[in-house]
């Protein structure tokens, strides 16, 4: 299933959960003539726990994501780096190189430009993982040629570092909070949407206002969340920063 229609249908299972146990604890309360004494204690104390499982879930999403976009300009200025330091080289190595150069970084935006069909994706890494090997090849074999010692002490751990950075932003790409998280802050909102509606008993009507905002405000933090956790996959993005990569390909002549 596409992640983006799952995590849409998740928040609004979510949403939609939340009002029917709303309504049912509310009539729980109803026929047992209220809520019984000491029963706020537990409200409190599952109503805490999923504050604070929201906050730990949410902070962490977002400091993922903030690594994430640092993690794009940091492949930027490698690539830059790399790419600018080809003029040590001998001038009939760098036409060659700087073609390779051209399309490893092509390569690289497509990869992150095909999300979310994730096959795609994995198929465009791939390519960009053998122009790697290629680039690599070239500047060795440049190097071992006629060019000054300065070219292979300065180039080539330039080519290292724009080549670690493709594993470190492929590894944060892939890391998430753990899969029983999300399960259990939706198991959460459940029970405590149970729990808020055994509370709203003391009135003969519905407060659809009240209802209608708890289980609004909840689904929409779990949504941001998750939007946080994928952000290429909703409405939060990060296409925007992938456009110091974008100028850095054009800088290339």
Not at 156 to 166: V, Y
Not at 236 to 242: E, N, V
Request: hydrophobic fraction near 55%; include cysteine.
């Amino acid at each position: 299933m596409n992640p983006v229609l799952a995590a849409v249908l998740f928040d609004v299972g979510l949403f939609l959960g939340m009002l029917l146990l709303l309504e049912v604890g509310r009539r729980i309360a109803q026929k047992r003539g209220g809520a019984p004494s000491g029963a706020g204690v537990v409200d409190g104390a599952v109503f805490g726990l999923l504050g604070l499982l929201i906050a730990f879930t949410f902070s962490a999403a977002a400091s993922r994501f903030d690594t994430r976009r640092h993690l794009v300009v940091e492949e930027a200025n490698a690539i830059g780096t790399a790419y600018l330091r080809l003029d040590l080289l001998p001038q009939s190595a760098q036409p060659a190189l700087r073609a390779s150069f051209r399309r490893y970084v092509d390569s690289r935006l497509a990869v992150y430009r095909k999300l979310p069909d994730v096959q795609a994706a994995k198929e465009e890494l791939a390519r960009s993982t053998s122009l790697q090997s290629e680039i690599w090849s070239q500047a060795v074999a440049a190097c071992r040629a006629d060019a000054p010692p300065s070219a292979a002490m300065l180039l080539l751990p330039a080519l290292n570092e724009m080549i670690d950075i493709t594993t470190v932003r492929t590894v944060a790409a892939l890391t998430h909070a753990p899969s029983i998280v999300f399960p259990t802050l939706a198991t959460l909102a459940l029970a405590s949407s149970l729990l808020a509606g055994h509370g709203m008993a003391g009135t003969t009507t519905r407060s659809w206002l009240h209802m209608l905002a708890f289980a609004a405000t909840m689904a929409m933090t779990v949504y941001v969340i998750l939007d946080l956790e994928f952000p290429r996959l909703g409405l939060i993005r990060l296409d925007a920063f992938d456009r110091v990569l974008v100028d850095v390909r054009q800088s290339m002549k």
